[in-house]
């Protein structure tokens, strides 16, 4: 007699649903199983009737269930994958801090601000951390999973699935990754501080990787405890950190930290054969002559990738150097800062004012002092900024105006504050 197929467990339940039809021929239907018990030759009523009851509840079972997981969900796959990721799996694993987007090999792993990476174990429903019993000081292991765990969305998963997204190391490779794979758990919270990998991402479809950690040893009951993973995340060699770009630029940063300038590529040659040599050289003649600056470039360069160029340089973070200049324009004095943008200027040698408070004529004349220092920088004295500003301007009054806008500079560097509407100093 030819029984009815057993309905799959729920870890076999992660055939696609392009594999039911297939299932459905193999299932045995009434008529298979009526033909099959009449083959045994004469049998009673009675006979027939037990020999089907078994069958029939079974099939009525199997399809009601059907027809349930149907109605409640499109895929009755994701939802038995739901079901038993959710039966007993109400404490979890968790990394408390954001991994960083890009990892170097042969570099530990550090969290996105810097710090070490904590993680913890939690209880899912009330988020609290379990800082006593057993399972506080529980081991966890390390491990690396493929990129594409968890695009789906999906917050919770099978240990199965968890299990199957685990990586290893390409063949005749050393191992993924080194260190302090396993950790254990003090008060509830586990530090990871000595992972590294040995080779990078590129070989993997989704070219990015996920750090996962897991329980070592199982715990009594029918609970488990849901693994963790990490934001994912590119893993590089080492070698590329040494041209890798700076976000924000630092002031002293070689010049070639800027995106779209390549180490000893064309842009960086042609800036250092006129001794630009870090970001702060860059921004300083862009304030100061940005039609020089353009044209170091070369004149074909596009209007995209300077955009590109000069929005990461004034992304960068500038020191606290400032400057004075006095001309030969009736006394007036300017103060500037680490690059040279106008932040201040007296007009009578000792009392210094933010320029958007002047007159529109006194105005003028700071305009003229200020092209004075720019074809004059080597006469710019560095200066105490606090000493020269003295208590009666707040230091927070005396911000330059952001350069927003480079583009309209180079294209008319010397137009007026009446013709804009907005001060350039």
Request: aromatic share 8%; charged share 25%.
């Amino acid at each position: 007699m030819k029984l009815p197929c057993k309905r799959p467990a729920p870890d076999e339940a992660d055939e696609s649903s392009e594999s039911m039809a297939p299932e459905l021929k193999r299932r045995a239907t009434l008529k298979d199983a009526v033909r099959s018990i009449m083959g045994f030759g004469r049998l009673s009523f009675n006979r027939i009737v037990l020999n089907l009851e078994p069958m029939l509840r079974s099939a009525v079972r199997e399809e009601v269930e059907r027809a349930i997981l149907s109605s409640f969900h499109p895929s009755s796959r994701s939802l038995l994958n739901q079901i038993e990721a959710s039966r007993g799996r109400s404490l979890q694993l968790r990394f408390v801090n954001k991994l960083p987007s890009t990892v170097f090999t042969g570099r530990k792993v550090e969290a996105e601000d810097g710090v070490t990476i904590r993680l913890i174990i939690v209880d899912a429903t009330t988020g609290t951390i379990i800082t006593s019993g057993s399972l506080s000081s529980i081991k966890v292991e390390i491990v690396v999973l493929n990129g594409e765990f968890g695009t789906d969305e999906r917050e919770d998963w099978t240990e199965s699935e968890f299990n199957a997204s685990v990586l290893r190391e390409r063949e005749g490779r050393r191992p993924l990754v080194t260190g302090d794979l396993i950790i254990t758990l003090v008060d509830g919270v586990g530090i990871v501080d000595n992972v590294i990998f040995t080779d990078n991402s590129s070989w993997i479809r989704s070219r990015k990787f996920r750090l996962g950690a897991r329980i070592m040893q199982r715990i009594s009951g029918e609970s488990t405890i849901r693994e963790a993973r990490s934001e994912a995340f590119v893993v590089k060699d080492h070698r590329g950190e040494l041209y890798k770009k700076h976000y924000p630029p630092f002031p002293h940063d070689e010049v070639w930290r800027l995106e779209r300038i390549a180490k000893d590529g064309a842009f960086h040659k042609r800036l250092t054969s006129h001794n630009i040599f870090t970001v702060k050289d860059f921004l300083r003649l862009h304030v100061t002559d940005p039609s020089a600056l353009h044209d170091i470039l070369g004149g074909g360069i596009s209007n995209r990738v300077w955009d590109t160029i000069i929005d990461h340089a004034l992304s960068s973070v500038l020191d606290d150097e400032w400057y004075s200049y006095y001309g030969t324009v009736q006394s007036v004095g300017l103060l500037l800062d680490s690059i040279y943008r106008v932040v201040a200027a007296t007009l009578d040698g000792e009392n210094y004012h933010p320029v958007e408070k002047f007159t529109f004529s006194q105005k003028l004349l700071v305009e003229d002092a200020k092209r004075q220092a720019y074809k004059n920088v080597r006469y710019l004295v560095l200066v105490d900024r606090r000493a020269t500003t003295g208590p009666s301007i707040p230091l927070t009054d005396l911000l330059p105006e952001p350069l927003n806008n480079p583009n309209l500079l180079l294209q008319q560097p010397d137009l007026s504050v009446e013709t804009r509407g907005t001060t350039i100093f």
